[in-house]
């Protein structure tokens, strides 16, 4: 059974920094592509950054472009997404989840239960 297990979230101000991760077990992790997805009030899932296998390639959407930093490792089956420079539309859930790198996210993909970022002063 695939699990992703997201951590890190909580109460940053505006401007500020979070660092996000995920455990994931149930599959094979070191083959699989991953990404970010956040789900802000009033809207719908948006897909934020993705990474390769091997990790060493990356895409990011343009909002969070400059901003964020996804990254890996694969001897510890985590994903990471460093937040810096937070805004306050950007408080919300977020989500590690698979795939993104090779084609568009696909928003049914397997996602873990998310971990709340609240951006306010």
């Known amino acids: 059974e695939v699990q992703l297990v997201e951590s890190g979230g909580g109460l940053v101000q505006p401007g500020g920094s979070l660092r996000l991760s995920c455990v994931a077990s149930?599959?094979?992790?070191?083959?699989?592509?991953m990404s970010w997805v956040r789900q802000v009030a009033g809207k719908g899932l948006e897909w934020l950054a993705a990474?390769?296998?091997?990790?060493?390639?990356?895409r990011y959407a343009e909002s969070v472009e400059g901003r964020f930093k996804i990254s890996r490792d694969n001897g510890k089956n985590t994903v990471t997404l460093q937040m810096n420079d937070l805004k306050s539309e950007e408080t919300g859930v977020y989500y590690c989840?698979?795939?993104?790198?090779?084609?568009?996210?696909?928003?049914?993909?397997?996602r873990g239960q998310g971990t709340q970022v609240t951006v306010s002063s």
């Open positions: 989840s698979t795939g993104g790198y090779f084609r568009d996210y696909v928003f049914s993909a397997v």
């Open positions: 149930g599959f094979t992790f070191k083959t699989t592509d």
């Open positions: 990474v390769s296998p091997g990790g060493g390639a990356t």
